[in-house]
């Protein structure tokens, strides 16, 4: 199965043209992303958009959070947090990574290279990531909208990020960005970029289980009391 969770939301229209050509080039799932500032806005218009897309494709939103303040982090994700199958931080300024990776009550760091001359990770944060399962995002779009050294550099940052995963096994997500349908590509072109970059097919296979698993995980995450313990009701 084939997840991308994080495609940039916009209105009811042009979520349903960038699902319906996701659908049509092999995706099975994906996720709306709208910042902080949009995310509640998308909630108004998220029944529409199930009805129009109910045949199409499965979707969600990701919230993904813009903001360099630690406190203001955390104070959104404990706001919006059962409200979204997946909380993601953009990251790329060293103290947000570090405490994105230290609070289990988000799902995905995104882009911790971002303006980086790093991968932005290091083994001290890979473990981090390990023991509050934070998945690392990396973008698609951050290789196919690059040029030359900066696109030289993106993939370096990517194959240090893979070292470390290798070393770590922290939840690695892949994901396209895509802003417009034009960002679109089929499974195949999106599993072939990434296998050019250095992942193996198995290891590009288990981003799309880390996609599926965070959304399980959310699904449950009213019945967990604590990390490891769930309530689970007695139908008898």
């Known amino acids: 199965m084939f997840f991308d969770l994080n495609i940039e939301g916009g ?9 319906c050509e996701a659908s049509k080039f092999g995706w099975d799932h994906i996720n709306f992303s709208y910042n902080q500032n949009d995310f509640k806005g998308a909630l108004d218009i998220k029944s529409e958009l199930f009805e129009s897309l109910e045949d199409i494709i499965d979707f969600d939103y990701t919230l993904e959070i813009k903001s360099n303040n630690v ?8 706001k919006f947090r059962k409200k979204s199958s ?8 060293l103290k947000v990574n570090r405490n994105v990776l230290e609070n289990i009550q988000i799902d995905v760091l995104s ?33 196919l909208k690059s040029y030359l050294a900066p ?7 990517f194959k240090d990020i ?15 960005r895509a802003e417009s349908i ?18 193996t097919a ?30 689970v009701v007695d139908e008898a």
Do not use: M, W
Request: hydrophobic share 40%; glycine share 4%; with cysteine.
């Open 111 to 143: 882009r911790p290279y971002l303006r980086r001359y790093d991968s932005g990770l290091n083994h001290v944060l890979a473990k981090e990531a390990v023991n509050n399962n934070v998945a690392v995002e990396l973008c698609f779009k951050d290789v």
């Open 71 to 78: 406190s203001e982090i955390r104070k959104i994700a404990r």
């Open 11 to 19: 209105s009811l229209e042009d979520n349903v043209a960038l699902a």
């Open 182 to 199: 034009f960002d679109i590509r089929t499974t195949h072109d999106f599993v072939a970029l990434f296998k050019q970059t250095g992942l």
């Open 86 to 93: 997946c909380i993601s931080v953009v990251g790329g300024d």
């Open 202 to 231: 198995n290891e590009i296979e288990k981003s799309f289980s880390t996609a599926q698993n965070i959304l399980k995980f959310n699904e449950n995450r009213k019945a967990l009391i604590l990390k490891g313990v769930r309530r």
């Open 162 to 176: 893979y070292t470390l995963y290798r070393k770590f096994d922290f939840p690695l997500l892949l994901s396209s």
């Open 151 to 157: 696109r030289a550099k993106v993939i370096s940052n």
